[in-house]
């Protein structure tokens, strides 16, 4: 099988379908039929028209992929891989690999949260800048009013932000205040400095940044999607970033050419003086005066509030005795169907006072999930009735009546929870009529699915039973006769529940029916039909010599027997077996005198009349024999060996005593040609075929066979290079996953000395993976592996350096040593949280902090030598996976 492609690399834009043809050629001599897959992407991504095709020897055919990356998908390249798979050999697998490229679309947010601020002299508003494009994006953000009357400081300064990430940042907005006068408005604008030119903001631009066509006669950024697209700052070294301390000034001077405004609000001043202020103090002349008119007059208000205040004393303790009367204990608890334990909704919860059943305190229902509770409720003694429609009335925990009913005791406050009610239906009726010329006789059943939560628990799982219990293989709950009329009747059945109800008669196939029976319903116009036995098994007996005339031919299904011989006249050895019950599976045993008997297990499905059945009797028995040896480290026992030749099937498995491995299989009619099938979980599987004369002496001799593992094994040791150096070290802890598909293997490699870096993936399947190794703080690195069955895969990935922040303090310019510097993760920056490392800096005034996890946002506090005072605090520095990031303080002294 050859594959072809006519490219090995393309351009996919996410959320754009991209095609792919594949051109396969069958190289074989024999009609091949093969299946197409994209390995190293999510299947979901991938859309092939003809996953399974056929070709004849030297056609070629072509097979269109349909490639569809998720939007959000990092800019970069990604390595795939097409694979072919022949379907008579799997072990035939033709791989390709292409480099499926993703385009850079930078993508920027900018927004001010409030837009608007009303304040005094100076005002502070927050920043928020998003990175919704697949690129790092780098630049710096400042303002500019058309008054150029506000000065602008950003804290931080600039950002540096990893796809999908955000900054949240504080815009502090100064300006002189008027003293008299009106509210001064001074709307102002955002700008981001990295280079790109962008579209004006309307009054009703809602979108984040980007969203805006491109301004006419504005120059088009190279790599850019749609307006808004950033390109990044450059940084000033490979893989090392450095932020400059923050920076306070105005706006841009007025005719620059800077870019397009992302963002606007206002900065609303009020005036130390209003307008008001000079009305009021014409105002308060005239309230002196009228408040001497009023003090008069209250002094006879005063001698009435004596008497009015013992009135009001009374009105406050009645209010109190009113409101004391509601309570604060309470019940909760959830009602549950006794025969399934399934949750009951829309149950009426009623509570009684103890020593009078007739008066209903309070009442609830009950909610989907089955749970009550009532609340608000006085202490003291209660009783609790449920009531459903179609169940029976319940008083808690299971009375019939009040006086079986317990008392639930409350204080004051208490909360009585837990409380479990079992509600049963009121009992069904289920009828109906059985249809046919011969119903009198027949049997009717109702019968629990043994898949139905009721025997959850109480029904062992078939072990390795493929399909699940069949219809009429249930626990028998009622059981009734069929009247010479045809009817039947079940009453007092135990409702709400699923039962099959089974009808059977001998000679005639069983029918069953699922019926679902609500609580307390009459179930009455159910009909079945009997049917007699619609299915036959027909075939012919023949030797090696010929037909065998006169055979007996015997099929059972458990208590039903049919019989018939073969022919001995006409199509001599030929016979058919009628009138059988489906669906069913039947033993048949055919024998004749002179001839070893053979048993076969005959599958009939529903209406099925098989044809063709040949039945080989052999004139003598013989047997084969071998050993089976596997790899070293195994067990050879428990290897299943299946004999057949298509008539006649056998089975055994392997000895685990000695000789282990040996296997022998006896009564395999002779002569013939069989196919001997070795196989067990943990190992490849083989087919040998052999051949046996009517003698018994084998072609081939003893059947040996050395089987090998069925899965294969990834191993190495992962490196990482050191912070500041090019000599590596294997590297703990580091997440190792191989994935295929929908299969994903992980394992960590090891941490412990002697092993540091080594990793295993045991019982990997046969197939393409894509290794990757990731390490907190560490880019990943990814590699394409094909295993084998029985084979070692051996990686030895080197990873590039974590994260790391460094850099240098100095005071009046001159570098300082001892001084301690403890890092902080900045959301923990300032509460109780200890510092993630604590380090020194060096003789000539520098300071590492290596291994740093990353992504992550790091705050840097500069101590004195003791550690007990705080010289200096970085501001929140944004670090990324391998990133060097550089940061050096400056003192202007010790002091």
């Excluded at 008027?178 to 400095?193: C, E, I, K, N, Y």
């Excluded at 079940?490 to 699923?498: G, R």
């Excluded at 019982?763 to 907190?776: E, L, M």
């Excluded at 550690?867 to 940061?887: K, R």
Aim: aromatic share 4%; with cysteine.
């Amino acid at each position: 099988m050859r594959v072809d492609l006519p490219a090995r690399r393309f351009s996919v834009v996410p959320g754009v379908p991209a095609p792919v043809v594949v051109t396969i050629t069958n190289t074989s001599e024999i009609i091949a039929g093969c299946t197409v897959r994209v390995l190293g992407a999510d299947p979901d991504w991938v859309e092939v028209d003809q996953p399974e095709l056929s070709l004849f020897p030297d056609a070629s055919a072509q097979v269109r992929l349909l490639l569809t990356l998720p939007v959000g998908v990092p800019a970069g390249p990604r390595r795939m891989a097409v694979q072919v798979r022949e379907l008579t050999d799997e072990q035939a697998v033709a791989i390709e690999e292409i480099v499926v490229t993703v385009p850079d679309q930078p993508g920027l947010d900018v927004r001010l949260d409030p837009v608007t601020v009303t304040a005094g002299r100076r005002a502070d508003f927050g920043v928020v800048v998003e990175n919704n494009g697949n690129t790092v994006l780098e630049g710096r953000l400042r303002a500019e009013d058309p008054e150029q009357k506000i000065t602008f400081t950003f804290t931080p300064p600039g950002y540096s932000l990893a796809p999908g990430e955000s900054v949240t940042g504080r815009l502090r907005t100064r300006a002189k205040r008027p003293v008299f006068g009106s509210l001064a408005v001074r709307p102002f604008s955002l700008f981001v400095d990295d280079g790109v030119r962008r579209a004006p903001l309307s009054a009703s631009t809602t979108a984040p940044v980007g969203a805006a066509p491109v301004a006419p006669g504005a120059p088009v950024v190279p790599g850019a999607v749609g307006q808004g697209v950033a390109s990044p700052v450059p940084a000033a070294a490979a893989g090392t970033k450095t932020l400059a301390p923050p920076v306070v000034g105005a706006g841009t001077a007025p005719g620059a050419d800077a870019p397009r405004p992302v963002a606007q609000g206002v900065f609303v001043q009020k005036p130390l003086f209003a307008r008001g202020l000079l009305s009021l103090l014409g105002l308060l002349v005239a309230v002196t005066v009228f408040a001497v008119v009023i003090a008069v007059g209250l002094s006879s208000v005063l001698a009435r509030s004596a008497a009015d205040r013992d009135l009001a004393l009374q009105v406050a303790q009645a209010r109190f005795d009113s409101s004391a009367a509601t309570g604060t204990a309470g019940v909760a608890g959830a009602v549950t169907l006794i025969s399934d334990g399934q949750p009951v909704p829309g149950v009426a919860v009623e509570i009684f006072e103890a020593s009078d059943t007739t008066a209903v305190v309070a009442t609830a229902a009950t909610s989907d999930t089955g749970e009550f509770a009532v609340d608000s409720l006085p202490a003291g003694d209660y009783k609790m009735r449920l009531r459903g429609a179609g169940f029976a009335e319940v008083w808690y925990p299971a009375g019939a009546t009040d006086a079986e009913a317990e008392v639930v005791s409350l204080s004051s406050g208490q909360q009585v929870t837990g409380l479990s009610v079992l509600l049963g239906g009121v009992p069904a009726t289920v009828s109906g009529t059985v249809l046919g010329d011969d119903a009198a006789g027949a049997v009717a059943e109702l019968q629990i699915p043994l898949d139905s939560a009721v025997l959850a628990g109480l029904v062992d799982p078939l072990t390795g039973a493929a399909t699940p219990p069949a219809l009429g293989d249930g626990a028998v709950v009622r059981t009734a006769p069929v009247g010479g009329d045809g009817t039947f009747s079940f009453a007092a059945v135990p409702s709400p529940a699923v039962y099959d109800l089974v009808v059977s008669k001998p000679g005639f196939s069983t029918q069953v029916h699922r019926i679902d029976v609500a609580a307390g319903e009459d179930r009455s116009d159910i009909e079945v039909s009997l049917l007699e036995g619609d299915g036959s098994i027909s075939g012919v007996v023949t030797s090696a010599s010929g037909p065998v005339p006169g055979a007996t031919v015997v099929a059972t299904y458990g208590q039903g027997v049919v019989q018939t011989v073969s022919l001995t006249q006409d199509e001599i050895g030929s016979f058919v077996l009628r009138g059988l019950q489906t669906p069913a599976t039947f033993t048949v045993v055919v024998s004749a005198p002179g001839y070893a008997s053979a048993t076969l297990s005959v599958n009939l499905a529903e209406a099925q009349e098989l044809t063709g059945l040949s039945v080989v009797l052999g004139q003598s028995a013989g047997n084969l024999s071998g050993q089976v040896t596997v790899p070293a480290g195994t067990s050879a026992a428990g290897v299943a060996v299946t004999v057949s030749d298509g008539a006649v099937t056998r089975q055994t498995v392997t000895r685990s005593s000695e000789p282990a491995g040996s296997w022998s299989i006896g009564g395999l009619p002779l002569p013939a040609t069989y196919t001997v099938t070795f196989s067990r979980a943990d190992l490849e599987s083989q087919v040998v075929s052999v051949t046996v004369d009517g003698n018994g002496a084998v072609s081939t001799g003893p059947v040996d066979v050395t089987m090998r593992a069925a899965t294969g094994r990834i191993t190495g040791v992962v490196t990482q290079t050191a912070t500041g150096s090019t000599a590596s070290s294997p590297a703990a802890n580091v997440q190792v996953t191989a994935a295929s598909g929908s299969s994903t293997l992980s394992v960590t490699s090891a941490s412990t000395p002697q092993d540091r870096g080594a990793f295993v993936l045991e019982n990997v399947p046969p197939g393409t993976y894509t290794v990757t190794f990731s390490r907190k703080g560490t880019r990943p690195t990814s590699s394409l592996v094909t295993v084998v069955a029985g084979q070692t895969v051996e990686l030895n990935p080197q990873l590039v350096s974590p994260a790391s922040i460094s850099g240098t303090v100095r005071a009046a310019g001159q570098p300082v040593a001892g001084l301690e510097l403890r890092l902080f993760v900045a959301e923990e920056f300032g509460t109780a949280a200890p510092a993630r490392a604590v380090v020194t800096s060096g003789a000539d005034g520098t300071y590492l902090f290596p291994d740093v996890d990353a992504p992550a946002h790091y705050v840097i506090e500069l101590r004195s030598a003791t550690g007990t005072a705080a010289l200096a605090t970085s501001p929140a520095l944004t670090i990324g996976q391998s990133d060097a990031l550089t940061y050096d303080f400056s003192l202007d002294s010790l002091s």
